[in-house]
T-cell receptor, first 115, second 114 residues
């Protein structure tokens, strides 16, 4: 399997623009997580899905952030409008719990810079 | 709610020396515990995990960790550090009873001195 695939790897955008980050989880995984990593806050869980349904979005910082999972093989994280403080590395991860397999597998991340 | 605390945001050891990275957890139910490693500009990679079987867990690259319920700890060790071990290390916890969210500690940056 190719692992969790995120795109783009790098994104530079101007303040106020809409940004969409994409994630393809590992085939067969039924949990998908979005994390944000910054120097100040470390790794924060933003939202996670089970079988394409959002389970917990309490980590989503503001209404400017939204996430969708239209099918088992694709998810998006959208920021509209973007602000400089949104600059961070955004990771997507997936897992398939069961029989002790609870670990999450991470993508390479998207480094977002909002100027 | 579960949480993890990593003591020491930065640890520096000499090549060949013992590596000890500390992690304490809080969980109201039996936990699953993990250590992940992150190399520069990379995603997180699983080093090892505890899933209620053996309390001493061996992982990749010579690392191991011991689950101590009485101390609520899951410290990561390696007998002899190698230059290639320089990276950021994260301890994480999730609930045993359900495959819910995985919560990460703040991370410890490991530096290796020649």
């Amino acid at each position: 399997d190719a692992g969790v695939i995120q795109s783009p790897r790098h994104e530079v955008t101007e303040m106020g623009q809409e940004v969409t980050l994409r994630c393809k989880p590992i085939s067969g995984h039924d949990y998908l997580f979005w994390y944000r990593q910054t120097m100040m806050r470390g790794l924060e869980l933003l939202i996670y899905f089970n079988n394409n349904v959002p389970i917990d979005d309490s980590g989503m910082p503001e209404d400017r952030f939204s996430a969708k999972m239209p099918n088992a093989s694709f998810s998006t994280l959208k920021i509209q409008p973007s602000e400089p403080r949104d600059s961070a590395v955004y990771f997507c991860a997936s897992s398939r719990p069961g029989q002790g397999r609870t670990e999450a597998f991470f993508g390479q991340g998207t480094r977002l810079t909002v100027v | 709610a579960q949480s993890v605390t990593q003591l020491g945001s930065h640890v520096s050891v000499s090549e060949g020396a013992l590596v000890l990275l500390r992690c304490n957890y809080s969980s109201s139910v039996p936990p699953y515990l993990f250590w992940y490693v992150q190399y520069p500009n990379q995603g997180l990679q699983l080093l090892l995990k505890y899933t209620s079987a053996a309390t001493l867990v061996k992982g990749i690259n010579g690392f191991e960790a011991e689950f101590k319920k009485s101390e609520t700890s899951f410290h990561l060790t390696k007998p002899s550090a190698h230059m290639s071990d320089a990276a950021e290390y994260f301890c994480a916890v999730t609930e045993y009873s359900s495959a819910s969210k995985i919560i990460f500690g703040s991370g410890t940056r490991l530096s290796i001195r020649p």
